[in-house]
């Protein structure tokens, strides 16, 4: 029941709900003691969807955060989602599938998503913009955090060969505790 992309005017108001309750839920979800609990919860919510997105009539603030971090725009698209959400305007069909790019194992969900309502993925694509542009929320970062994850074989594979040597000298080291090397800080991968 694909809506046609009738209504020329964004609905800025849903678009700033959206914005704020899935950063509100990224921030939840974003737990140093879990660092895989946003990653687990956009998994499922991507499973659900896909199997009945019209859940997204009372829970649209799932479609953001089930996209989040795997949607990119396009460089040169900025100035173009700036003056669709300055202006209200709601792009056509055509202007938005080139000022957006999804992941390739987003696309079935993305396609069930516009099947049903071609405003509700435009909308959560405008809030998903706007997270972009949020400096709260480390949206590059979880963007490279997934880029990380898809090519950890071949960082493995590649591991620090030069590290072995430090490795080998704090070993040596008295009062040494090897307990400590798998700590973690928030921006160290």
């Known amino acids: 029941m694909r809506e046609a992309n009738m209504a020329s005017k964004l609905n800025l108001a849903r678009i700033r709900a959206l914005h704020t309750d ?4 990224i921030d939840s979800y974003s737990d140093p003691e879990n660092p895989k609990a946003l990653e687990q919860f956009t998994s499922k919510m991507k499973a659900v969807l896909l199997s009945d997105p019209e859940m997204l009539e009372s829970v649209p603030e799932y479609l953001p955060m089930a996209l989040f971090g795997r949607v990119k725009f396009p460089p040169g698209t900025g100035a173009k989602w ?3 959400l300055s202006s209200g305007q709601q792009p056509s069909w055509d202007e938005f599938k080139v000022a957006v790019a999804f992941n390739t194992a987003d696309l079935p969900l993305v396609k069930a ?3 049903y309502s071609e405003n509700t993925l435009i909308e959560a694509c405008a809030a998903l913009y706007l997270l972009t542009q949020d400096k709260a929320i480390p949206a590059k970062k979880a963007a490279d955090d997934l880029d990380d994850e898809n090519d950890e074989a071949d960082y493995d594979a590649e591991a620090y060969q030069g590290d072995d040597y430090d490795d080998e ?4 080291e008295e009062g040494y505790d090897d307990q400590y090397d ?4 928030n921006r160290e991968n």
Do not use: H, K, P, T
């Open 22 to 25: 899935a950063r509100d839920n």
């Open 82 to 84: 700036n003056q669709w």
């Open 113 to 115: 998503v516009r099947d």
């Open 169 to 172: 000298q704090d070993e040596d």
């Open 182 to 185: 798998e700590i973690r800080f």
